[in-house]
């Protein structure tokens, strides 16, 4: 089988969770089929990985994504003007539908994977001449949603209100136009079929990592300090750990004064890197080695209040052997069980409560550690996530006429 894979984000290095996994299921598809990449790239880290990613695919094509304040006001008021989802319109780049268009012509694919609901604006989806897949790596409209509802800003929470449904209707007509949609979980299948039951070609696939590549940590003893690692350009992330450190953090210190707040993670703006005035709090940046700064976590904390999907960080510390304490929504889409895998509390008393109690808990910081190593091992590994991939795309794709039409 051909397969085009449109992506939104190159998937080197792999200092995200949408990389991560773009990336698993790039090398899965390469590795039983002829597949041509074609990629923004943002930066000269991507560039610089070039080489590595040719080595995967039989062609690879990267167009160039540079985002800035000034065209990202421009888009959300050209985006309001116009009815249009900014969320999509923003990233819209007509060097992308050229070189989309001419890949076509020269690849002459089966399918066109849609990794990311962003690529969907380049795809003709009443082209016979391909089949389409659709890789859902959240449930966009909800992100913006959610947003809706916790964002600090007054001026975010309003225009996050007039973007999300104009958002949900465009990523409902696409999902009833592909041949076949991938979410990160079931509770992602369950949302989009509730918002058209006909909907019956979504399936659900777990993002898988790399266990092999990510070592068990041995952390150090005593440990008091408190890590979160994500992307901070991320809203949902800017969100969470302003809410922590506001609401959340000065109970921790009521029990444990000596505790240290550690946000990790790329280029977090002001109202972050501002938290570093306080002494109990270290903001780090980019961290090319996630291992070396988890050697020092006395607990992974992962408070989101928004977002979609499944949270790779998650995967990621687990994996490491970490133990974690989450909002229902960090963990959303993981088969984890509170309390054996890790603990979940969704307001500010519960999630100090239950940050304390791990820090002062060697043993229940163990086991929990170890507990999701097991399950990530055997549950969320390329391996394992790979294979029910690949015999979803078999049969779904095989079957004729599978599209809902609008």
Not at 109 to 129: G, K, N, T, Y
Not at 375 to 391: A, F, I
Request: charged share 25%; hydrophobic share 45%; aromatic share 8%.
């Amino acid at each position: 089988m051909k397969i085009l894979f449109l992506a939104h984000l190159f998937p080197l290095p792999l200092d995200s969770g949408g990389k991560i996994k773009s990336f698993c299921t790039l090398k899965t598809l390469a590795q039983h089929h002829e597949v041509r990449l074609l990629a923004y790239v943002r930066n000269e880290l991507e560039s610089a990985t070039l080489s590595e990613v040719r080595q995967m695919c039989a062609e690879t094509d990267v167009v160039s994504l540079q985002r800035s304040a000034v065209r990202s006001a421009w888009d959300a008021f050209a985006a309001l003007a116009l009815g249009k989802s900014f969320v999509v319109a923003r990233d819209f780049r007509r060097d992308m539908l050229e070189a989309f268009k001419n890949a076509l012509a020269e690849f002459e694919p089966d399918v066109v994977h849609i990794d990311h609901l962003q690529m969907a604006q380049f795809v003709d989806f009443d082209d016979s001449r391909y089949k389409t897949v659709l890789d859902q790596h959240n449930v966009e409209y909800l992100i913006v949603k959610r947003m809706a509802e916790t964002a600090g800003s007054a001026v975010v929470r309003q225009y996050a209100r007039l973007e999300w449904p104009k958002l949900m209707r465009y990523e409902l007509d696409v999902c009833r136009r592909s041949d076949l949609v991938i979410t990160v979980s079931e509770q992602d299948k369950s949302t989009l079929q509730a918002m058209d039951s006909s909907l019956q070609n979504i399936y659900a696939v777990p993002i898988g990592i790399d266990v092999d590549a990510v070592p068990i940590v041995e952390r150090s003893s005593n440990t008091r300090n408190l890590l979160f690692l994500g992307a901070m350009h991320w809203p949902p992330n800017i969100d969470c750990v302003l809410w922590f450190y506001k609401e959340i953090l000065p109970l921790i210190k009521a029990e444990i004064p000596d505790c240290i707040f550690t946000i990790a993670g790329q280029r977090a703006p002001k109202s972050v890197t501002s938290l570093a005035s306080d002494p109990s709090v270290r903001v780090i940046g980019y961290v090319a080695d996630q291992a070396a700064v988890a050697k020092d976590c006395g607990v992974f904390i992962v408070p989101l209040r928004s977002g979609s999907g499944v949270r790779v960080k998650i995967l990621n510390a687990m994996a490491m052997g970490l133990p974690i304490v989450s909002t229902s929504i960090g963990a959303e889409g993981i088969e984890v069980e509170h309390g054996k895998h890790l603990l979940i509390a969704d307001t500010p008393d519960e999630f100090a409560k239950a940050v304390v109690s791990v820090l002062q808990n060697a043993s229940l910081a163990d086991i929990l550690g170890q507990n999701a190593r097991r399950l990530v091992c055997e549950r969320y590994s390329c391996e394992v996530v790979g294979r029910k991939l690949l015999s979803i795309y078999e049969s779904a794709l095989s079957a004729p006429n599978i599209r809902t039409q609008t």
